[in-house]
Structures are given as C-alpha cells and as structure tokens.
C-alpha cells in the first residue's frame, strides 16, 4: 500500500498545484470583499454586536437556506446550547445524538445538564441512522401523558428520564435522512435540532440541511466553507423562536433606548458586526466555493476508483457541499500508516474525531449497538479540502 500513499499525494499536490510546501486540510479563501467590509465596519465604529452587517447577514443566509428566520451567534456551539434550551432540554433528561460528531455536539448538551444517548450512524451518510433511532425508540422508550400540559412525552424505559430532543449531524457536509428522522421524532413528541454546523450549502430532497428540524444550527470557524472567523447562525421557520432566540441571546434585554432591564437569564452569545462583515462577503463568494469543492470532490472519486480506498461520495436524494473529503482504509493499521504517511510528507490528513462514547466523560453515557460508527472511526481520513482559486 506504501506505492499507493504515494501516489495519492503525489495527485494531491498535483491537484493543489504545489510540487512542495506544506498542504492544510482546510484553509479558508478570502478572495472577495472581506477588506472592503471590515473596513467600513471599523470607520462606522460598530464592531461590536450592533450594526447593519449583522443584520444583513441574517437577511441573506435566512434567504439562502429558505429558513423564516436566522439568528447570528458567536460560535456554533453557543448556538447549539441556545437551540436546546429553547426546544425544552432540562437538567436530568436525555438527548439522542451520535457518537460520530464533534464534541460540541455532546457539550452543548452538557451545558444543559442532560445526557447524552449514543445511537449508530448510517454508512453512506455517516450521520444518525433512522433505523438506529426507531429500533432504539421502538425497544428502550414509553410515552406518557404530561398531566400539566395533557401532552405525550417520550421516557427513557430504563432510565425514567425524559427525551427532551434528538441531534442528528449532517456529518463533513453530508446530509443525513434528516426527513425521516423528523418524522420519527414526531411520532414520539421529540423535537429536533438540526446540527448543520458542517453542511451549509448541503441540500436533500432540494431543501436546505438545517431547515428540516425545529431549529437548525449553523458554525462559520475558521475551517468551515464559509468563515466569519468563528461564529453561528440559528436557523428558525417559526418567526417567535427567532424572536426569543434574538432576545436570549442578548442578555434578555427588553428593549429600552437607556434603561437596563433584563427579563430572565440571558447570554451573550450575539455575534459581534465586524464578524458579519467578514461572514457577508464570504456568503457572497458561496457558489464559487461550492462549485470549486464539488470539483475537487470528483476528481477525488474519480482518482480514487482505480485504488483499493473507498472514497465517500454525497448520498443518494443529496447535493452535499463536500466540505471535508474523506476516503476509508481497509482498518485501523493502514489508516494511521496511511496518516503517518502523508503528514510526514507535509500533506495534511486527519482521522475522524474520538468516538464521543470513547470519551472519559462520556463513557457512562447510555448507548446503543454502534457498529457502524465504529466501524468508519476506525477507517476514516479526511484529505486535503480547500477551495481552489
């Protein structure tokens, strides 16, 4: 396999047009108006988390993605924290998630003081398994009949806490099948809250990731396809979601042109206007951003056909925005040898994160069968994803 590694950045560099040097996974491009609109941000003296930019890039990435409403937040993970206080997660209740995610997925959780439940990804999609998630439902939970609200809530049979949410992830770009696991939660009275922290530009079935489930949550960090140089958006199709979401996220400031009146714990989790800024110009780059990383992805599939490594291709009903390319080895040796490899040779490769189960803090946490995830943790590597100018 050592002849094939070498061959695969040998193409690498090729198809970044560098014989030499040091190739990241993931750079961002700043190839557009970023100067221009940093600039006048800084002239009008609003670089905080007031101004005309923070407000125009809501307008634009809620026009984008076809959500009513789009609320900016500092980072992703603050956004994620936001989105499950305002879907209901409690202290002492449950949250479905998969193992195969960044860890801000599981801390969001953890914020809130509830746990998570680990249930397997699919393998084409790498995100939440549909089946996983009915068959886990179907065998460890009841409904029962809140006597306050007279509505049915789902319980953990084995725990007795209550499921509070489910947080699927569009895993690297790649959409899961976001529509059926809506349509299962619903059935169990459990909300949904869209981690598309990786996939914007990524559409299923012709509708944007994010905009399936409650409240969608995108991330703009410095890695992402689009950068604000961190950041976050809520994503709403309920206007009076938006609404509290803009109020929580400012501290619960009622609106009063001096005095300070705070209506009930709030955060300040509002992006700052010179960020936006940044983020506005970026969006404006987006279609050439995607057109560029749609490329490189087929010349990746199409290198990779001729070669014992399986490279992930979008799923099936999906237009992914291919943000971080991923092959699979044959096992755990020829992955890290293969990671050795490249790194060693100034080509920046990566695995998929730790299993969240595998975590320390985690590792007590409720999970089901995960072969699945186990299975791509122990093969998975992302390769070099840049747009190319």
């Known amino acids: 396999?050592?002849?094939?590694?070498?061959?695969?950045?040998?193409?690498?560099?090729?198809?970044?047009?560098?014989?030499?040097?040091?190739?990241?996974?993931?750079?961002?491009?700043?190839?557009?108006?970023?100067?221009?609109?940093?600039?006048?941000?800084?002239?009008?003296?609003?670089?905080?988390?007031?101004?005309?930019?923070?407000?125009?890039?809501?307008?634009?990435?809620?026009?984008?993605?076809?959500?009513?409403k789009a609320v900016a937040c500092v980072n992703g993970t603050n956004a994620l924290h936001i989105a499950l206080k305002m879907v209901g997660v409690e202290p002492d209740t449950e949250v479905i998630t998969q193992p195969l995610t960044f860890i801000a997925t599981a801390n969001a959780i953890s914020y809130c003081m509830a746990k998570p439940v680990f249930l397997d990804?699919?393998?084409?999609?790498?995100?939440?398994?549909?089946?996983?998630?009915?068959?886990?439902?179907?065998?460890?939970?009841?409904?029962?009949?809140?006597?306050?609200?007279?509505?049915?809530?789902?319980?953990?049979?084995?725990?007795?806490?209550?499921?509070?949410?489910?947080?699927?992830?569009?895993?690297?770009?790649?959409p899961a099948r976001i529509d059926e696991i809506v349509a299962i939660c619903d059935e169990f009275n459990i909300p949904v809250v869209e981690d598309a922290?990786?996939?914007?530009?990524?559409?299923?079935?012709?509708?944007?990731?994010?905009?399936?489930?409650?409240?969608?949550?995108?991330?703009?960090?410095?890695?992402?396809?689009?950068?604000?140089?961190?950041?976050?958006m809520l994503l709403f199709q309920d206007e009076e979601l938006a609404r509290k979401a803009k109020h929580l996220?400012?501290?619960?400031?009622?609106?009063?042109?001096?005095?300070?009146?705070?209506?009930?714990?709030?955060?300040?989790?509002?992006?700052?206007?010179?960020?936006?800024?940044?983020?506005?110009?970026?969006?404006?780059?987006?279609?050439g951003f995607l057109e560029s990383k749609r490329e490189t992805a087929h010349a990746y599939r199409d290198f990779f056909t001729s070669k014992p490594i399986k490279f992930i291709d979008e799923p099936s009903n999906s237009s992914s925005n291919f943000w971080i390319n991923c092959i699979l080895l044959q096992n755990?040796?020829?992955?890290?040898?293969?990671?050795?490899?490249?790194?060693?040779?100034?080509?920046?490769?990566?695995?998929?994160?730790e299993l969240m189960n595998k975590l320390p803090l985690f590792k007590v946490a409720e999970r089901a069968n995960l072969q699945n995830a186990e299975n791509i943790a122990r093969r998975l590597v992302n390769i070099p994803s840049s747009v190319i100018n």
């Open 249 to 287: 996220t400012t501290q619960a400031k009622v609106p009063h042109a001096w005095e300070f009146v705070h209506d009930e714990i709030g955060y300040n989790y509002r992006m700052p206007n010179i960020n936006a800024a940044l983020g506005l110009a970026q969006l404006e780059q987006l279609p």
């Open 121 to 174: 990804v699919d393998m084409d999609t790498m995100g939440l398994s549909p089946a996983a998630l009915r068959n886990w439902l179907t065998d460890s939970s009841i409904k029962l009949t809140n006597k306050s609200t007279n509505q049915q809530e789902t319980f953990n049979k084995k725990t007795g806490k209550r499921i509070s949410a489910c947080v699927p992830m569009h895993t690297f770009g790649h």
């Open 1 to 68: 396999m050592e002849k094939t590694y070498i061959e695969i950045i040998h193409f690498i560099r090729h198809l970044y047009n560098k014989p030499d040097g040091f190739i990241p996974l993931h750079a961002p491009v700043f190839a557009g108006n970023e100067k221009k609109y940093i600039e006048e941000c800084i002239d009008t003296t609003f670089v905080s988390s007031v101004g005309k930019f923070v407000d125009t890039f809501e307008e634009k990435i809620a026009e984008y993605t076809g959500a009513t």
């Open 332 to 353: 755990l040796d020829e992955r890290d040898k293969f990671l050795n490899e490249t790194n060693s040779n100034d080509v920046m490769t990566r695995p998929a994160w």
């Open 197 to 232: 922290a990786e996939s914007l530009g990524s559409f299923y079935k012709g509708q944007h990731t994010g905009t399936f489930g409650k409240i969608g949550v995108l991330s703009f960090n410095g890695n992402k396809i689009l950068t604000t140089g961190g950041g976050g």
